[in-house]
């Protein structure tokens, strides 16, 4: 952790002599409250408060405060009804009035959880990019040793697996993609949106998921259900949410599983597409064409271009929208029930098949 000055040893007499006790001394402080240049003063250290303050989003815990002279009864006149100053969290403050932002709740669950504290789930995931909506709980992961509880707008999670790489901004700490997914998951309860949350990131590049099911495999069992089935579906292929419910209805129906997003070779061993569903046996490929891909005249254009591509190749191409894959499913099965047989009744393509790594 940076600091802003050498760290010097307390004056004799312990936790008094260093103002944790009511004493007043000059101090800055890092974001457990140890002190950093400590002198005597019989003021509050003005410059000392507002470089903590200002590194931390103007959110300060109490023994911070203390070691920068604050008394109790400093505090307490700041935190007075319509005062300076409001509590966020027990022994957590904020040094400004008005609506807290979210970065200063995300900086007070820090605070809070003490110097170790790690924030996961959605509010790591925001952090990278891959969340836009800031959530209203803010999970924090804490040394099982911590005697730690929720409270308020914080979730704290205890464990012996604290992230031993973070990402850092500022005094911020958050865990990295995989671990936040993970704990983002075992939150939900709907598969659809576990499978988004996993897609998202591996379609990104994000999450690799041999990763995710290093987390999975060393993280708490509870709540793990959904990310172990979808886990499974991206060992499978599978990159979508789209994707997902195809399966499903394939499973559904009791039609042959096909291999997701497999790489299709000429003889020759040049690239003809990579297929969103493959029936090698039959030689079916299935397009499920979502509006996002499709906005822009250029996509559809590709689009096309892969579906001739493909079909020169003799390849039966099947296309079908998101919508068509939850609402017409039993059409949807009939289409590549035909399509199938179709394919069985002629000869073998000559096309060679690499599975999505």
């Known amino acids: 952790m940076q600091t802003l000055f050498q760290r010097v040893p307390a004056e004799p007499g312990g936790a008094r002599a260093a103002g944790l006790g009511g004493g007043r001394v000059r101090a800055l402080t890092d974001l457990s409250g140890s002190l950093l240049a400590v002198t005597r003063s019989t003021r509050i250290d003005q410059a000392a408060l507002s470089a903590t303050l200002g590194v931390q989003h103007n959110v300060i815990g109490r023994r911070q405060a203390q070691a920068c002279g604050l008394t109790h009864d400093a505090l307490a006149h700041r935190l007075r009804p319509g005062g300076p100053w409001q509590r966020l969290l027990p022994g957590t403050y904020l040094a400004v009035t008005g609506v807290p932002t979210y970065a200063q709740k995300e900086m007070a669950a820090l605070v809070y959880a003490g110097p170790r504290g790690v924030l996961t789930g959605w509010a790591a995931l925001r952090s990278q990019g891959l969340a836009t909506t800031a959530p209203g709980v803010i999970d924090v992961l804490v040394p099982a040793s911590r005697p730690c509880r929720s409270r308020a707008f914080v979730a704290v999670h205890p464990t012996t697996r604290m992230p031993e790489d973070v990402i850092a901004v500022g005094r911020r700490s958050y865990a990295r993609v995989p671990r936040a997914i993970a704990d983002a998951a075992r939150g939900l309860a709907d598969l659809r949106e576990v499978r988004a949350l996993v897609a998202g990131a591996v379609q990104q590049g994000r999450c690799p998921p041999a ?121 949807v099965a009939r289409a590549i029930s035909d399509a199938l047989k179709a394919g069985r009744a002629r000869q073998a393509l000559l096309i060679r098949t690499r599975q999505a790594a």
């Open 211 to 331: 990763m995710l099911a290093v987390e999975i495999e060393h993280g708490p069992a509870r709540g793990s259900a959904l990310l172990r089935q979808v886990l499974a579906e991206v060992a499978a292929g599978v990159r979508s949410v789209a994707e997902a419910d195809f399966m499903d209805l394939i499973r559904r129906a009791r039609l042959p599983v096909p291999l997701f997003n497999a790489q299709l070779y000429d003889p020759a061993g040049s690239l003809i597409a990579i297929a969103d569903a493959w029936w090698p046996q039959s030689g079916v490929a299935g397009e499920i064409d979502s509006r996002e891909w499709h906005l822009s005249p250029a996509d559809w254009e590709r689009t096309m271009r892969r579906h001739a591509q493909m079909s020169a190749h003799g390849i039966i191409v099947l296309h079908f929208s998101p919508g068509q894959i939850r609402t017409d499913s039993a059409g």
